[in-house]
């Protein structure tokens, strides 16, 4: 093996011994491992379940202090056991000895690579589950035919991550596809990586329902927001929220369509309106409901604060139709993300729910 390329992989000991770092710096190392040894007492307390709703949020803070704590020790760890394996394949020129320490440290930078891309999770509100609203805009049965799509990549995209994917809401279209749906995402940092598709997505394609085989614009809008749990104070005054009870609609067997188990509640001086219908149970969807508009309204003080820092333009807080943040163009195989320029050619893939290259795009950008 050539001088250069053993040089190249101690210059990379050297990069990762940096980064680690530069990391442990940043994420503020040595007070996460005191918190991590507080709360792994904690919960291996018999106490602590007495308080169910305490022990699930220990739980929760455990497993983020561990995704940074443990990740940082296994990174030092195994940058010190793989250079003195270098080492000694070196002295004894055992270069395939070399050849597997390089393919280790491979591994180890790709596990740094995703702690560093956390850190551009900024919003205190990104390590939450979050809601996904998709909305069919203009075109027709066209665009409710999209909006399927998009709840389809969506919720694909979500069983990629891991996370837990609910279907909360589906309205459907009257002759295919949906006119509107709600999903919830449950998993770590889910709000932080779905809040950048927040926006109007086109589609561009020979449409299947145009028996003249034309080309149709249709347009859905996104919008993203988390889950917001009792440790973030929302006050909504009850006489200013409207319930109605109605029949969910869709599969779900005899029961669901006889009785009037959905929850649609409207939250009157702001006008936003969620519904839930994903239980058999009244009770649950309506507890469900309420957490869906504490998040909205949450969502939509942080969007206020956000624009009057920023000076935007007054109606940037509203999803408009003209708004778009991303083109499909099937017959060309293409999709474009707008803000950022990144294109792909791959739509069987994205899809699917391959979207992460976009969201790295969007956040490295700080979209």
């Known amino acids: 093996m050539e001088a250069e390329q053993l040089n190249q992989i101690e210059n990379r000991f050297t990069n990762l011994g940096e980064r680690a770092n530069e990391l442990k710096r940043y994420l503020d190392y040595p007070s996460k491992v005191d918190r991590l040894e507080e709360v792994v007492r904690l919960s291996e307390s018999p106490e602590i379940w007495n308080d169910p709703k305490k022990a699930q949020e220990i739980g929760r803070e455990r497993k983020a202090?561990?995704?940074?704590?443990?990740?940082?020790?296994?990174?030092?760890?195994?940058?010190?056991?793989?250079?003195?394996?270098?080492?000694?394949?070196r002295g004894e020129e055992d270069w395939d000895t070399v050849n597997a320490v390089s393919e280790d440290?491979?591994?180890?930078?790709?596990?740094?690579?995703?702690?560093?891309?956390?850190?551009?999770?900024?919003?205190?509100?990104?390590?939450?589950?979050?809601?996904?609203?998709?909305q069919s805009g203009a075109g027709g049965t066209e665009a409710q035919d999209w909006a399927s799509m998009l709840l389809r990549m969506y919720v694909r995209y979500g069983?990629?991550?891991?996370?837990?994917?609910?279907?909360?809401e589906v309205s459907e279209g009257e002759v295919a596809g949906i006119t509107s749906a709600t999903i919830k995402l449950t998993?770590?940092?889910?709000?932080?990586?779905?809040?950048?598709?927040?926006?109007?997505?086109r589609l561009v394609r020979v449409s299947p329902f145009d028996s003249n085989a034309r080309r149709h614009t249709s347009f859905c809008s996104v919008f993203?927001?988390?889950e917001v749990d009792d440790s973030f104070e929302i006050e909504i005054n009850p006489a200013d929220v409207r319930t109605d009870t109605y029949r969910a609609s869709g599969a779900g067997g005899q029961h669901i369509n006889k009785t009037d188990s959905a929850v649609r509640l409207t939250h009157v001086p702001t006008g936003i309106v969620v519904q839930c219908q994903n239980d058999r149970s009244q009770?649950?969807?309506r507890d469900e409901a309420w957490q869906m508009l504490r998040a909205k309204l949450y969502e939509l003080e942080l969007r206020k604060r956000m624009e009057a820092q920023q000076q935007l333009e007054a109606g940037k807080s509203d999803i408009g139709w003209g708004h778009q943040?991303?083109?499909?163009?099937?017959?060309?195989?293409?999709?474009?993300?707008l803000r950022t320029g990144y294109e792909v050619g791959n739509l069987k893939g994205v899809m699917d729910g391959d979207i992460d290259d976009f969201i790295e795009a969007s956040l490295k950008q700080g979209v």
């Open 105 to 134: 440290v491979a591994e180890l930078e790709a596990e740094i690579a995703r702690l560093e891309f956390r850190r551009m999770f900024s919003n205190p509100m990104d390590p939450q589950p979050c809601f996904v609203d998709i």
């Open 159 to 168: 069983e990629r991550k891991g996370f837990n994917v609910e279907v909360m």
């Open 325 to 337: 943040i991303r083109s499909y163009v099937f017959d060309q195989s293409r999709i474009k993300d």
């Open 224 to 226: 993203v927001y988390p």
């Open 65 to 89: 202090l561990e995704a940074v704590v443990l990740v940082l020790d296994r990174v030092v760890k195994g940058v010190a056991d793989a250079k003195e394996l270098f080492e000694m394949g």
């Open 187 to 201: 998993g770590d940092y889910a709000f932080g990586f779905l809040r950048t598709e927040t926006g109007v997505h």
């Open 283 to 285: 009770h649950r969807n």
